[in-house]
């Protein structure tokens, strides 16, 4: 069985290539094909929302890998990461809503490249928090070098 899907648009200013900046702060630009811009109406009345894009320039799949390629880390599977090495080169990231101006939405915290085909946009409500979580100890030692950057509008940083 094969899916195919047609993006609903484009990343018109995405995250640096070269990064170097806070993706939590940084603002992107989604252009929403002509076609598809009126469904924009009303998003404007949520904080945030999940954009499901494509990782149009992800390397051959990889089942199993070390996280971020350190030897320290355990080898783990493809799904036990967030990593574009997968069998279906699809993101998902959740990010907050800055502007809505049909056709363009413009948000921060994604950490798509400019080009990247956008696949959906759907709008983050109470039915997508998880109060009670677990990750693996590897992840979480990641998290701990890195907590400082994470933005307040990712609400509590304990995990």
Request: one cysteine or more; glycine letters at 6%; a neutral charge.
């Amino acid at each position: 069985m094969s899916i195919c899907l047609k993006p609903i648009g484009v990343v018109e200013v995405g995250y640096p290539r070269s990064g170097g900046v806070d993706k939590y702060s940084y603002v992107s630009t989604i252009y929403v094909y002509e076609e598809y811009a009126e469904g924009l109406t009303g998003l404007e009345d949520y904080s945030h929302a999940h954009v499901l894009w494509h990782f149009h320039e992800a390397p051959p799949p990889k089942l199993k890998l070390k996280p971020w390629k350190r030897e320290e880390m355990p080898e783990v599977g493809i799904f036990a990461t967030r990593f574009p090495q997968r069998p279906n080169p699809i993101a998902l990231t959740i990010v907050k809503i800055v502007q809505v101006e049909p056709p363009r939405l413009r948000v921060m915290g994604l950490d798509a490249w400019t080009g990247s085909p956008v696949l959906d946009i759907k709008p983050y409500d109470q039915l997508d928090v998880v109060n009670q979580f677990k990750v693996p100890d590897w992840l979480e030692e990641v998290l701990k070098e890195k907590r400082h950057t994470l933005p307040t509008w990712l609400g509590p940083q304990k995990r």
